[in-house]
């Protein structure tokens, strides 16, 4: 009789539960039925979480030569493909004009035309989306250019080395097929424009093929490909894509967006462009670009990043173009001035829907009061914020958090990167719990009375207090803090769990206590210092403050590395994407540096597909 437990519909229940890469890998060693439904897991891919990458370049070789058949099998579960390195490198050819990423390893599997049809069309239900974020050095594309893309394939992402590739293949497809024909089905085009010396006419020519829904182009800085007239001709091809969802045009130089450039799609004759549009992401933006917002009546993400320079500061009638677009749920701009902060409580008054404001301000030099009193309107306003940014210099009182933890009960990204938050063990006691809170950003966070606060017993019972306010959050909230010394020591949870509070760990914190007291900047007393609060210019290095903060980050288990935050938010983003207008805006750097784009702060990606796992037939 079999093991009910072992049947498949159950093991794939449980599998599906599984989103860590390790545990899947655990779970394919089982046994077969295991190793199935964790291989589909494996090797399906995915549009934005690079731990779930599909395998790189090197083991994909390693795979291939190891076992046809296990090739084949498991090129049937891909769904995303990722054809890329696992480190890209540096194309010596294009130094000193820019620092070009590309990937010298060729994949072995496209060396024949039966083998890279196990790749690039696998048994199955066929690829959803085909991604090759670099150009691969030497590889021959002549007899197998037709596979770059499938009938399946929505969403492609190319560097833009393979936009002529792709044209040339669509004449000589084996079943003949036109461009539109062969273009059908794709609906999601994101090209990176890496310099590879392609010219902007067979980019041009692949858009006039295509019905898109989604356009990202990005041009990475400092590779200064892209000209004014190119600008020209591709704002052209783009109006005539009636029905795109999403624009992200990340070119981070003044020069593609001003001018003649912008007046092309300004002018009256044309008539509104793209009114489906629901995401815009600009890398640079002018006044024309903000004339356009009220006429995209659907828009729902807009990210703003450079105002073009030598134009007027925004002013409330660009606030107010913002404003009119009510169905807003995501916010992400970049003022260089702002004639009138407090206008960015006329966008949250108008648009009660956001889910994130992002707001960078940096020529802001007001008063931390005048900083504090928007921050808190600003977030009083917005019920619905899942994930808050503002870089204004003021300090913030502890009560305030019972108040935010209320009122914004799905935040889950707090970053106030120039703010400094007080608080007190006894406030700490009384606050609400953020229970979604993952990641959160201060410049310093003081406590009162630091030095009786290390006394064993208290910090204790501070860090029990931090993990009740902050139960899911992952990593230190004063990111400089890693670079404390106190951070390089030995961890000091073992030695207290082993000697309780008469042990050493006790003795180690009273030393603390007493080798601060040297290196303190001179106040009146000592007293004063641990129970006063210091002025914002206050360099807190070696205080009580700084060494009872990084006591506690150790004792919570924080790690110590800064990419969890940057994952967390790039995550949150690409899934609100997802679920928004169906495809994720992916930027190049997540292929060079996956860690930063994961659910996991460490990928795995490097040991997820090693040769020692493909050895024992997974």
Partial sequence: MSNPLLLPEIVGLVVDNVHMVPDLLSCACVNSTWSVAALKRLYNGSLNDMQFRTPDIGSLNCLFVASRERFTRNMGFVKHLLLSPESPAIDEVALPNTSRLICIEKCRAMRHRQSAELLLQPQGEGLASFTIPFEIEGQDWSLISDLLLTRTVEFLAIDDFYCGLLMAGSNYSQGLATPAVKFSNLKALTIYKSGSGQDID?????????????????????SGSLTQSDTMKLLSCLRQQENLVALALIIPRCIPLVGSASTTLTCEEQGGPWPMLMALYLGVWDQHWLEQLPKFEKLQILSLQKFTPNTPSINQDAIEKIAKCQYLRVIDIVFQELEDVESLLDITRSCPLLQKFSVKLSGFRGE???????????????PRLEHFELDLRFRMDGARLQDLARRCPRLTVLALPRTRLCLSLALLTKAHRFWQLETMHFAEIFFEDPRRLMQWDKIRGLAEEWRRIFPKLRGMPCPADVYSRYMQEDDLTEEWERDGPSGSAEGEMSDFGEESEGDMVSVSTDEEMSLSEPGLDFDENESDWFILRTKLWKILGYQKHLLIRDSIQNMWQTNLEIETIGWPVVPLMAFSDPDAHSTTAKSHCGYLYDPVYISREL
Avoid: V
């Avoid at 931390?368 to 917005?382: S, V």
């Fill in 368 to 382: 931390p009061e005048r900083a504090e009193a928007l921050c808190i309107g600003l977030l009083r306003a917005l």
């Fill in 202 to 222: 067979k980019l041009c020519r692949l858009l006039k093929c295509c019905d898109l829904q989604f356009f990202h182009l990005e041009e990475p800085s400092g």
